[in-house]
Structure formats: C-alpha cells, structure tokens
T-cell receptor
C-alpha cells in the first residue's frame, strides 16, 4: 500500500524566514508527486507537481520542491514566507497506474507570525 | 474556464437520514473522484469514476455510493447517516484516461456535512 508521511504536523515560523515542509513516501513503482495547499473552508489548490524530468520543480507563490528518489522524499521549500502563506499543506502521491487516485499525507499546518 | 463546482456547500442532517452531494467537473474532464476529509482521519479516498464507470473504490462501507452521468457530472450518496460521517467531502476532476493527462487533480471547494 502507498503511504505518505509528513514529518511535521505543525510548523510555526516568523514572516520573511525560510521554511521547509518535509514529505516522504513509500513506493516501489514510479510515482507522481504533488503539494497542495488548503486555506480555511476551501478546497485543495495545487502548488506544484513532479511528473518526470528535472528533480527541482517550481510552483506558485514562490514555492519549490525537490524530488529525491534515493531518499523517497519530496520536501517543499520557500525562501521567505508571508503571513498569507498560513495554511495547511498536503503532500500527495499518485501511482502511475492508478486511475487518478491520490494518497495524501496527514498535512502540515504552516503558521506565519509577524 | 469554470472550476469544479460542488453543491451544496453546507448542509446539516440528522442521524439516519440520507444525503446526496453533487459535483460538476471542469469542462472536458471525464474523470471524477471523491474524498472525505476529517480532522481525525485526514483525506481519505472514496471512489473514482471515468466515463460513467466506477474504476476505483476506497475502504468505506456500502452506505457510501456514487455515480457518474453521461455529461461527467457526479453524485455521491450517503445513506443512514452516522455522527462520524460529519466531514468535508471533496470532489476532484482530471484529464486522466483522455490521452492528455496533466497529472494533477483539480478540487472543488467541498461540501461540508454536519450530522446531528
């Protein structure tokens, strides 16, 4: 079975500080990797995705993530956060052969303080 | 291009009742999937439809069912509601299976169900 582990359930940071949200997955097959963000009372919005190619992917709002196959990780980073980045972030994995199904981590609540 | 539309956004039911939630995918998307989100269990996969056929099902009891229509719109139904069914139900659509898969799912804003 697929599993996705987000190592931190809560990450508090000050505004303009860098942040890294960690994600590890277990899979013996090729996967697609995603980071989604959820603001209160809203659905999930895609931040970025890795399907193939360059292991460093850039997304919206200044976020980027690096795919590390040997460590089965896909950590999300941002060099300088804003208060508006306060939200819950979900790492997700999709097996190439699975029709559309995503396996999600439990989420990381990022709180940015002024 | 309109996004994924879910109705209703909020609803309150009592135990034992049944509920139907609706989802309209992005125009041109034929794959629709449903997820349940709760604080305790996180995001859990319910089922997925492609061209009116259920292709994948999560580990939920038979009280949870769904269907997809020829225009790709989807509904899910929960019968004999229990308190534990209180959750945010998210619908997502994608281009998987259409030869132009972009990989990601596009989510609606969800239907928040409260069971009293």
């Amino acid at each position: 079975a697929q599993s996705v582990t987000q190592l931190d359930s809560q990450v508090p940071v000050f505004e303009e500080a860098p942040v890294e949200l960690r994600c590890n997955y277990s899979s013996s097959v090729s996967v697609y990797l995603f980071w989604y963000v959820q603001y209160p009372n809203q659905g999930l919005q895609l931040l970025l995705k890795y399907l193939s190619g360059s292991t460093l992917v850039k997304g919206i709002n200044g976020f980027e993530a690096e795919f590390n196959k040997s460590q089965t990780s896909f950590h999300l980073r941002k060099p300088s956060v804003h208060i508006s980045d306060t939200a819950e972030y979900f790492c997700a994995v999709r097996r190439g052969s699975t029709l559309g199904r995503l396996y999600f981590g439990r989420g990381t609540q990022l709180t940015v303080w002024p | 291009k309109a996004g994924v539309t879910q109705t209703p956004r909020y609803l309150i039911k009592t135990r034992g009742q049944q509920v139907t939630l609706s989802c309209s995918p992005i125009s041109g998307h034929r794959s629709v999937s449903w997820y349940q989100q709760t604080p305790g269990q996180g995001l859990q996969f319910l089922f997925e439809y492609f061209s009116e056929t259920q292709r994948n099902k999560g580990n939920f009891p038979g009280r949870f069912s769904g269907r997809q229509f020829s225009n790709s719109r989807s509904e899910m139904n929960v019968s004999t509601l229990e308190l534990g069914d209180s959750a945010l139900y998210l619908c997502a659509s994608s281009t998987y299976g259409q030869g132009r898969d972009t990989g990601e799912l596009f989510f609606g804003e969800g239907s928040r169900l409260t069971v009293l």
